[in-house]
């Protein structure tokens, strides 16, 4: 137990430290970062039937696509933020009635929508002489 409360108070460490210097760009990254990790951590507690985890993993998907959601800027890219809106919308009703049915197929789609899109943000924040 001692060990679990210290490593975790590590890894919030780390957290901080990471998010601190963080520019805007970034901050979104590390989002997507935890976003594929809840949602990983919610399949992999489907195929254990860990209850308990998956909530905890799915609830923390879901705070992560509002977040994602309410950073978007429809003032300055109307048409992408507009799809973006609509991904993290599906995204979040396919998490909510993934308690109703097909949980591995759903989880399992929006992660590989989410990753994609994280793929992409990632790729958009480096300099055009590392993105090749």
Do not use: C
């Not at 780390?14 to 809840?38: K, N, P, Q, Y």
């Not at 992560?64 to 048409?79: N, Q, V």
């Amino acid at each position: 137990m001692l060990h679990r409360n210290a490593l975790k108070a590590y890894e919030q460490a780390e957290t901080d430290f990471a998010v601190e210097g963080a520019d805007r760009h970034r901050l979104i990254e590390l989002l997507f970062i935890e976003l594929i990790g809840s949602l990983d951590r919610a399949l992999l507690a489907l195929q254990t039937n860990d209850h308990n985890s998956r909530a905890a993993a799915q609830t923390k998907a879901l705070s992560i696509i509002i977040a994602l959601a309410g950073s978007l800027d429809f003032e300055r890219g109307k048409p992408v933020a507009t799809t973006l809106a609509e991904l993290y919308e599906w995204s979040r009703v396919q998490l909510i009635e993934s308690n109703r049915s097909q949980p591995v197929e759903r989880l399992t789609s929006v992660r590989k929508a989410l990753a994609d899109i994280a793929e992409a943000w990632s790729m958009i924040g480096r300099p055009a002489s590392n993105a090749a």
